[in-house]
């Protein structure tokens, strides 16, 4: 048996002992309602930050922790506290920046949750609570990684190591890009692992390559100066539920494809992907029926989709015979990759007001646009992840696209062009992040964290 084979057994050793610690005090940061929305407690975000720059420090690895706020472009604000952990390579080693972010996003109706969503429960394989996957585990994937690592390698690591775990990423990252000025040289790296995406399936990891874009806003619809009775008006003037339903059907057709011009799709081959599987993960009933057109898959990595998230009318048990005279809609878009965020919602907009039916007026605000993403393949970090996610799966990775976005990465892309980026992740296709009953599969967990050690462990055989 060589050194490098005894090294990689004892750091899975290592990392496998160090399993039941990481679940604790994953637990413990579920426990904290991180949520980062101004409706909420913004002391418990404080708290969750604090609570992972012990972690950072109790692992004994690195030089400098600090718990740390950026402006806010364009406001007196500061955004949330992030924690910066950094330690300094030595001996011409790489340098490795570990992503993940603590705050969580807002529980929904609690009504839905089977178990408190800030109570992690242990049940079936799975760690329930919000935040248990997204994306507290991937703080903890980190922070399990480079335990290992320090107790395999001792005094003869000497791999640089960042740790920048954000506190904002489900509220929009708006101070993400101030940080990353204000803190560019301790967060230069030549190795990005973005611990917040997901697998291929429980057993077979994932290493993503595309992200989808964004584009999200809220459009006002108005047609009254003020509401009216129904019956005494109804037939002859648009009130704007009826003006606002009209339009909004104008943004796909008849399969449920995106109609809008100037929205694009990006061409790419896609893996087999059986709609009983999408059924089963996405939980669509027998009756309904998938939209869009072409692969599954190439609708949910390579096409844009519009969904409408959030309504303001009136609710149902305040229903009076009365013509609304303005409705509100929150419209979230994804956009392929190869297109630009901002075009996309200019394209958007365009559409809606072409197509705004009886002269209805539209009011467009709380435009946030994010680009996609596409992983360059062709670097060593990428074949060093495959490897490595290979080895603590026992099986061969995937190379997956994802429907969603993760916008910031364009801003780690521009601030460091040379850094290999490497997008992995804790979810599985069960996980139900934002949603009621948010769960982490352990044993995934586990084979994530012994995976990145390994990753860890192979960069820092390598010189600059």
Same mark, same amino acid.
């Given at each position: ?74 406001? =007196? ?78 005094? =003869? ?42 697998? #291929? ?50 943004? #796909? ?47 949910? #990595? ?77 670097? #060593? ?84």
């Amino acid at each position: 048996m060589t050194s490098e084979t005894a090294r990689r057994d004892a750091l899975r050793e290592s990392v496998e002992g160090g399993i039941p610690a990481a679940l604790a005090d994953l637990g413990d940061l579920v426990r904290i309602p991180s949520i980062a929305w101004p409706a909420f407690d913004q002391s418990q975000v404080q708290r969750s930050a604090d609570a992972v720059a012990a972690l950072a420090t109790g692992t004994g690895v690195f030089d400098d922790v600090r718990v740390v706020r950026a402006a806010i472009p364009g406001s =007196d604000e500061l955004g949330q506290p992030a924690v910066l952990a950094t330690r300094a390579a030595r001996n011409g080693r790489p340098t490795v920046l570990m992503y993940a972010h603590h705050d969580v996003q807002p529980t929904g109706d609690e009504a839905l949750w089977e178990t408190p969503p800030f109570e992690p429960t242990l049940r079936d394989g799975r760690l329930y609570g919000r935040g248990a996957a997204d994306d507290k585990a991937g703080v903890l994937v980190h922070i399990a990684a480079v335990r290992a690592l320090a107790e395999t390698f001792g005094d =003869d690591l000497d791999l640089g190591l960042a740790l920048f775990v954000e506190g904002e990423e489900e509220y929009g990252s708006r101070s993400f890009a101030q940080f990353l000025s204000d803190n560019r040289e301790a967060l230069a790296a030549d190795v990005i692992i973005v611990a917040d995406s997901g697998n #291929w399936d429980l057993a077979t990891p994932g290493l993503t390559v595309s992200l989808r874009g964004n584009a999200r806003f809220t459009l006002t619809v108005r047609t009254l100066d003020h509401a009216s009775h129904s019956g005494m008006f109804g037939g002859a003037v648009p009130d704007a539920t009826m003006a606002a339903v009209k339009l909004l059907a104008t943004l #796909w057709d008849d399969t449920g494809a995106v109609a809008v011009h100037g929205l694009f799709e990006r061409h790419s081959d896609t893996p087999e992907y059986a709609e009983a599987t999408l059924r089963d993960e996405a939980g669509l009933p027998a009756g309904v029926q998938p939209v869009g057109t072409g692969t599954i898959l190439s609708r949910i #990595w390579n096409k844009p989709s519009i969904t409408i998230t959030g309504i303001d009318a009136t609710s149902v048990a305040a229903a009076s015979n009365t013509l609304a005279p303005e409705i509100s809609v929150v419209i979230s878009a994804r956009v392929a990759p190869g297109q630009g965020a901002r075009e996309a919602y200019e394209a958007i907009e365009a559409h809606l007001r072409a197509h705004a039916p009886f002269g209805a007026e539209l009011t467009f605000a709380d435009v946030d646009c994010g680009n996609a993403f596409l992983v360059d393949t062709s670097g #060593w970090a990428v074949g060093d992840a495959r490897e490595a996610l290979a080895e603590g799966y026992g099986v061969e990775p995937v190379d997956i696209g994802v429907g969603g976005s993760i916008p910031f990465i364009a801003d780690l892309v521009e601030t460091f062009p040379g850094a290999q980026i490497l997008v992995t992740g804790v979810e599985d296709p069960h996980t139900r992040a934002h949603s009621p009953n948010e769960s982490l599969h352990v044993d995934t967990f586990r084979r994530a964290a012994i995976s990145e050690a390994l990753l860890l462990a192979k960069v820092a055989t390598r010189t600059k």
